[in-house]
């Protein structure tokens, strides 16, 4: 049972990649480069920030990167998303993000991004650590429920988060999703694993 939940989880999250847009390719290559340096420096690179390239993200859409092992989403949120966000404190376990280890103290904030319209998740669930489905269709054309305002759906056990990565009330996922250290290289490149303050030091 254990295993099927892995396989799954895997084959969800090389799906993902693989559908990505732009940057996916670089991380692909840079794979065999990787496996032929030291072990040190391989264990440095496996921890090394991510640069990910967003200029062809629509507003409305996801990428997935890579760090650290792990899918990274990005989501260029509309003006309509970012609205929806403010009427679901009701109906979150941690509305304002008061849960210290899920987010930097840059994204502690009503959008939990530094810049509104992107938000970047970890995209592994809180709950046993399935990845989630992007479900940004929202009411009931959704299947999730009537009055959903888009987010991401759990089919693992069933946890549900809105489109900041803030977890329902209610369900098996206990806390909200992981936002990573990241910050700005321009308006269309984003430093995955480092945060603003220490962007000069990387
Ligand atoms: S792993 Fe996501 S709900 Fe259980």
Not at 42 to 71: I, Y
Not at 118 to 147: A, M, N, R, W
Request: aromatic share 6%.
């Amino acid at each position: 049972m254990a295993d099927d939940r892995v396989d799954h989880k895997r084959r969800r999250f090389l799906t993902g990649v693989t559908s990505g847009v732009g940057l996916v390719g670089g991380v692909v290559a840079v794979v065999p480069f990787v496996a032929s340096m030291s072990p040190s420096a391989r264990a440095r690179a496996a921890g090394a920030p991510v640069e990910a390239d967003f200029s062809k993200l629509n507003p409305g859409q996801m990428m997935t990167v890579e760090w650290r092992g792990k899918p990274v989403w990005i989501v260029n949120r509309t003006p309509s998303m970012l609205a929806d966000l403010a009427g679901l404190d009701s109906k979150l376990a941690d509305a304002n993000s008061e849960v210290e280890d899920q987010q930097p103290e840059y994204a502690q904030n009503p959008t939990r991004s530094i810049r509104p319209e992107i938000l970047v998740l970890v995209g592994i669930c809180t709950h046993l650590g399935c990845s989630p489905s992007e479900k940004f269709q929202v009411g009931p054309d959704s299947g999730i429920e009537t009055d959903w305002k888009g987010g991401f759906f759990c089919p693992c056990h069933g946890s549900k988060f809105d489109l900041a990565g803030r977890v329902y009330k209610g369900v098996p996922a206990p806390t909200n999703l992981v936002v990573p250290p990241h910050s700005f290289l321009s308006d269309t490149a984003i430093l995955i694993g480092v945060g603003p303050e220490e962007q000069g030091a990387a």
